[in-house]
C-alpha cells in the first residue's frame, strides 16, 4: 500500500506542477521539482542498512523508503531584485513512514549581480554537494556515502544567508556564509526514539570552479543541545546519582555544547572522466559523548555516451569522544561498560560498484551494489541480532532519478 502511495504521489505531483505551470500564466511563477523512485535490498536479516539518520533501510528485504523521495519547488520573482523560495521535501527518515518536511523558505534580496543575501530557512553548506545532496538525478551515486554525510546530520537552519560570487580570469569562485538556528530529530536505534535537537549553527563555504573541476572548502560550527534525548539523560542520571556529576554534565547534550565539521571536496567531469571525492572530520570543542570522527570517499567513472560507470570507497573512523571516564568508575563495571562503549568511536568502510543510464532528457536509471564492512566497534551499519554485530553486509539498489 505504502509503495502504490509513493508512486501516485509523485505521478500526482507532475501532474499538478505541469497544470500549475499551464494554468497560472504568471511568468514570475517556476515550479519545478525531483525524484527519486527506487528498490533497495540487503544480503542479511541480522544487521540493517539505512542512511544517516533513517529509521527504516533495509535488512533482508526489499524496501523503497531507502533512497526514494520527492522534492517540490516554487519561486516566485518580484522583480529583477526580490524573489521567494520555497521547497517541499518528502522522505522517509526517523519515522516508519514517508513524511514531508518544509527544505527551504527563503526570500532573496539580489545586491548586486555578484551579491545576494537570503533570509528564511536556507541550506547549510557542510558537504560538497550540500545543496543538491538529495536530487538524484543531480549526482553520479544512489546516494552519498554515509561514511562522509553521517557525520553531519543538519542540512538547513533558519536564519541569513549571504552569497558572493566573483571571476577571477577563467575562475569563479563562490563564498557562501550562513548564520541560523537548526531544528530537527535524531533517531536512537537502542530505544526507538526520535528525540528533538536545536543548534545555533555558523558556517562558511569557499568554492572554486575553473573549467571541469570544482573544489570546495567548508567550515560549519553548531552549539547543539537535546535535553529530550531520552537514553542519555537516563544514562547521564545513573552516572550523576553514583557520585560522578562532573562526568554526567560533560557527558550530556542538556546545556549547549560546540561541534565543528570541517570538510574539503573536489569533482571533476573532464572529457569522459568523472571524479568525485571528500574528506570531512568532526570535532567537539567542549566535553560531549559524541566522538570526534575523520571520513572521506572517492569516487570515479567514465561515460560511455549515455552510460556512465563507476566506482567508489568510502571510510569513516570515529577516533573516540573527548571525555576521559575517572578511574574511579571502573569499580562499577555494567555501568563502565555502558560509558565507555557510548563514548568509543566505531568504524566503517564500504566499496561501490554502479552504472548510471541517461536514458531521457531529464532521467536516469540507476543500478548500485555497496559491500559494507563494519569495523571491531559498529559504524553506521544497526545489528538486529548477535550475529550481526561486526558483520558486513551487501545491499542491491535500482532506482529511477529524475527532474521536471
Known amino acids: 500500500m505504502k509503495r502504490k502511495l509513493l508512486v501516485a504521489s509523485i505521478l500526482g505531483a507532475l501532474s499538478l506542477a505541469q497544470a500549475q505551470a499551464a494554468t497560472l500564466g504568471n511568468e514570475n511563477l517556476t515550479i519545478s521539482g525531483f525524484g527519486t523512485l527506487a528498490a533497495a535490498k540487503s544480503n542479511s536479516e541480522d544487521v540493517r542498512f539505512n542512511r544517516d539518520n533513517q529509521r527504516e533501510g533495509t535488512a533482508g528485504t526489499t524496501t523503497f523508503g531507502l533512497d526514494s523521495n520527492l522534492g517540490l519547488q516554487a519561486t516566485y520573482t518580484f ?8 521547497q517541499v521535501l518528502t522522505r522517509k527518515m526517523t519515522g516508519d513512514t514517508f513524511t514531508t518536511e518544509l527544505a527551504w523558505a527563503f526570500v532573496k534580496y539580489k545586491v548586486t549581480d555578484e ?26 551515486m544512489m546516494r552519498p556515502p554515509v561514511e562522509m ?21 577563467d575562475t569563479n569562485v563562490t563564498a557562501q556564509a550562513v548564520v541560523g538556528i537548526s531544528r530537527g530529530k535524531t533517531y536512537v536505534a537502542s530505544n526507538g526514539t526520535e528525540p528533538r535537537y536545536q543548534a545555533g549553527t555558523t558556517g562558511l563555504a569557499i568554492s572554486a570552479e575553473h573549467g571541469p573541476v570544482t573544489l570546495r572548502v567548508a567550515h560549519v560550527q553548531v552549539k547543539l543541545k537535546s535535553p529530550d534525548a531520552t537514553t542519555l539523560r537516563s544514562l547521564t542520571n545513573t552516572v550523576a546519582a553514583v557520585g560522578f556529576p562532573q562526568l554526567a554534565e560533560d557527558m550530556g547534550l542538556v546545556e549547549a555544547k560546540r561541534i565543528a565539521f570541517t570538510s574539503v571536496g573536489l569533482l571533476a567531469d573532464w572529457h569522459n572522466i568523472v571524479v568525485q571525492a571528500e574528506y570531512g572530520m568532526r570535532r567537539a570543542k567542549d566535553p560531549v559523548y559524541l ?19 563507476y566506482y567508489a570507497h568510502a571510510k569513516y573512523q570515529g577516533k573516540g569522544s573527548n571525555i576521559t571516564p ?6 562499577i563495571p555494567a555501568l563502565n561498560a555502558a560509558v565507555t562503549g557510548l563514548m568509543a ?15 531521457a532528457k531529464s532521467a536516469a536509471l540507476k543500478v548500485q551494489v555497496d559491500r559494507v564492512k563494519d569495523g571491531s566497534t559498529n559504524g553506521f551499519l544497526r545489528p538486529l541480532t548477535a550475529a550481526g554485530r561486526g558483520k558486513g553486509v551487501t545491499v542491491v539498489a535500482a532506482g529511477v532519478d529524475f527532474v521536471f
Do not use: C
Not at 345 to 359: I, K, L, M, P, Y
Open 149 to 169: 554525510y553521517g557525520q553531519n546530520k543538519i542540512e538547513n537552519a533558519d536564519g541569513l544567508d549571504i552569497d558572493w560570487q566573483h571571476s577571477f580570469g
Open 115 to 140: 551579491f545576494s543575501v537570503r533570509v528564511g530557512r536556507v541550506v547549510v553548506p557542510s558537504f560538497l554537494i550540500s545543496d543538491y545532496q538529495n536530487v538524484g538525478y543531480a549526482n553520479t
Open 291 to 309: 566522538t570526534d570522527t575523520n571520513g572521506w570517499y572517492t569516487m570515479a567513472g567514465y561515460r560511455f555516451g549515455k552510460i556512465l560507470p
Open 345 to 359: 568511536g566505531g568504524s566503517q568502510s564500504s566499496d561501490t560498484v554502479g552504472v548510471r543510464w541517461d536514458f
Open 79 to 86: 522583480n529583477d531584485k526580490i524573489s521567494a523560495t520555497a
Open 326 to 331: 575517572p578511574a574511579a568508575l571502573a569499580r
